[in-house]
Each structure stands twice: as C-alpha cells, then as structure tokens.
C-alpha cells in the first residue's frame, strides 16, 4: 500500500472499554479511566458506542479529548432518543442538544452514526427521512447504516448521496456464514467509506440470557469475508479521501485481533500491544508513546 493510501485508512474497533480486554489489549493493572489513552496508541481511530444510549456530558468530551493524541479521530453515533425511539420523527430538540453536547470533540469528530433498527423500514420511514437529511447541518459528516433491505432502491440512494450522507457498508453475517465472502451491493453515495464489520449479535447471548463467548480472543476467523472487505476497500483507496472501517467483538471474537488481520492484508501498518506491555507490572507509565503517534 502507498503510503498516502495508508494515510486514508482509518482501522479501529467499535468502542473500547470492554473488561474482556484486561490482560488481553489492556494491561491488567491499567485503571479503566486510562483504556482510550492506551488504545488511541495503538490505533488511530475508535468508534464511540455510549453516545448512542445518551448525549455525553462536557467533561467526558473534554477528557476523550485530552486523552487521545492530536492524529487521533472519533466517530460516534446518534443517540438512540433519535433513532429509535423519535425514529427521525420531531427530534430536532434532541438532536441540536446532542449537536451542542459533541460540539467541543469537533476537531476530532470525524463522522456521526445514524444507525438505524431493521424495524425502521421504507414504508414507515420514507416519508420522514427526506427531511430529516435536509437538515443535517454541513458542519459534521454524516453516515447512515440501515437495517433492513428495503431501503436498497436506487431513488434511495440518489437521495443519500444528494445529501452528501455515507452510505454504510455493513456486515452482519452470522456464525454459519463466516466461510463465505460477501457480495450483496454496497453503493458508494460519498468522496469517503464507511464500513462496520460487526458479526452475528445473536452468539454474544444464550436463550438464559448469559453469556456464550468471553470476547477476549480470537474464537472464529472469517479469512473470505475478510479477503472479501480488503480487495472492496481497495478498489476504491484510490478515489475517496478517506476509508473508516470499525471492527465489533461479534465479527470474530476479538476486535483487536480482526483489526489487525484487516490491516494486514492491507499491508498497513497496525501493531497490537506486545505480551510485556500487557503484563507491565506498572502499566501508569505509557511516557514511552509520548512520541508515538498513531499512522493516519
């Protein structure tokens, strides 16, 4: 990969505090208050997940900021108020409150989710959706991902690109289909991609509700729909300003490790803690990436 190509591409997982990573990708003493500050030297971009559940307060944004370095960039989603419970309809309170909430992570805030539920479909949402993308502001970039497949028509489409909104690729394949590749059509409606790999949902749970997997390791490898997504981003590295791809737990077991192995067939350069940094006997002295910024 061209190095400015490596400079478009943004690897990263789908939030970061997750306890099954202690001992894993954190080191086990590191208090959770210091899990960014550590992944945002390993990575160079994380997809914030709370946002979703409520609008941050001030000084969480403050510290997301003053804990990440300077190269480092955020996406984040739409609260859930907006998307699936107002589902677009008369949120324009909530939504210039969350605009406000986010407004100091602007430097760093590259793109906002509007993750919608696959009970959201064209015949509810159709009519609600034109004027909810008419007033996104200009001043964020904005990606949409939907759920259901109704919405995969091309006046659909024609509508989010004309609102200069991602289209988001999705993978939400389940366990019995992780041998396979993809190859549903994914449109391209911006100059950037926005791609979630995010699994089957359905293995984190049994039907006692405990858990089936502790996401601490890699549990199952996708090697074609991996091969799969990195042949797509690079078919289009070339003419977007940018990729952004964000890993779940559920896509293989371990969103680090998926990481990497994208970025490896890449060819870009993603390194994962090493066994002495994750068993550091004092994981408060990370002066050693003082220097050390993420590439991208």
Known sequence: MKLTDQQKLRIGACAWSFEE???????????????????????????????????????????????TPAAFRFACKLPREITHACRLRDCSNEFTAFLRAIEPLASKLQVI???????????????VLRPFLAQL????????????????????????????????????????????????????????VYLRLLGDYATKYDRDGQRVHRYGKLLWKREAALESWATKIQRHLE????????????????????????????????????GHEISSADPGQLDLFSSAEPVG
């Open 21 to 67: 990573w202690r001992g894993n990708f954190y080191p086990a003493g590191l208090p959770a208050s210091r899990w960014l500050e550590f992944y945002s030297h390993y990575f160079p971009a994380v997809e914030i997940d709370s946002t979703f559940y409520s609008a941050p307060a001030e000084r969480t944004v403050l510290r997301w900021i003053d804990s």
């Open 113 to 127: 989710l509007i993750q919608l539920p696959p009970s959201f479909t064209p015949k509810d949402g159709r009519a």
């Open 239 to 274: 003419d977007v300003r940018g990729v952004w791809s964000f890993v779940n737990n559920h896509f293989e077991g371990f969103a680090p490790g998926t990481c990497e192995r994208l970025a490896n067939r890449l060819g870009y350069e993603l390194t994962l803690p090493s």
């Open 137 to 192: 502001p200009r001043d964020f970039r904005f990606a949409i991902e939907f759920r259901h497949a109704g919405w995969h028509r091309p006046q659909i489409i024609r509508l989010i690109e004309q609102h200069r909104v991602c289209w988001v690729w999705s993978d939400t394949s389940p366990l019995n289909e992780r041998n396979l590749a993809p190859f549903e059509f994914q449109p391209r409606t911006t100059d950037f």
